[in-house]
């Protein structure tokens, strides 16, 4: 079992839709849970942090976590073309305190 | 603003070859890490270090070493590089609150 799953995709919405990405844990221990943005032929680069249950919003982006059902999910409103890109889910925090643990990315296409 | 700096961006190097990819962080941070990724696929990590003179292999064998004698530098080193070397590595370091990658060493080894 991979400690991180996520939905390969594609994810394909309109612009100006809500995308929903998903992302389920196994480390039960698990205490920060990270959502990056990657472009094609890029680095990963940091969107969005959460550390306790319940939502966090920034901008057009909201985190969700539900520790009780090992799951974390971003929305993002408003989608625009730019948005397309591929999101990775990373977990940290659990039994191997010091490691990062990463899906293997959404790749999210939003059309104009 | 994560300054995070790797050399080179681009190295196409010869079979056989020894080469240093350098990573550089001005945040202080003690943890730091390497990354390789194919191009449309997932992260693997191939070594982490918490702080000076503390090194660890990560989920993915490598034949690659590294070393932290100073806190803001950790080169990854390949003794001798082979084609199935020729990847992306991301080098990253965190302060607590997540990973802050660099911009990466595109390597071909031919």
């Known amino acids: 079992q991979k400690e991180v799953e996520q939905n390969s995709g594609p994810l394909s919405v309109p612009e100006g839709a809500i995308a929903s990405l998903n992302c389920t844990y196994s480390?039960?221990?698990?205490?920060?849970f990270f959502w990056y943005r990657q472009y094609s032929g890029k680095s990963p680069e940091l969107i969005m942090s959460?550390?306790?249950?319940g939502d966090k919003e920034d901008g057009r982006f909201t985190a969700q976590l539900n520790k009780a059902s090992q799951y974390v999910s971003l929305l993002i409103r408003d989608s625009q073309p730019s948005d397309s890109a591929t999101y990775l889910c990373?977990?940290?925090?659990?039994?191997?305190?010091?490691?990062?643990?990463f899906g293997s990315g959404t790749k999210l296409n939003v059309k104009p | 603003e994560a300054d995070i700096y790797q050399t080179p961006r681009y190295l196409v190097i010869g079979t056989g070859k020894k080469i240093t990819l350098e990573c550089s962080q001005t945040?202080?941070?003690?943890?730091m890490y390497w990354y390789q990724q194919d191009p449309g696929m997932e992260l693997h990590l191939i070594h982490y270090?918490?702080?000076?003179?503390?090194?660890e292999k990560g989920d993915l064998s490598s034949e690659s070493t590294v070393s932290r004698i100073r806190t803001e530098h950790f080169p990854l080193t390949l003794e001798s590089a082979r084609p199935s070397h020729t990847s992306q590595y991301l080098c990253?370091?965190?302060?607590?609150?997540?990973?802050?990658f660099g911009p990466g060493t595109r390597l071909t080894v031919t």
């Open positions: 990253a370091s965190s302060g607590g609150q997540g990973l802050s």
């Open positions: 480390d039960r221990g698990s205490q920060s």
């Open positions: 959460i550390y306790s249950n």
């Open positions: 990373a977990v940290s925090g659990g039994y191997n305190f010091n490691k990062f643990y």
């Open positions: 945040m202080g941070h003690d943890k």
């Open positions: 270090s918490y702080g000076v003179n503390s090194t």
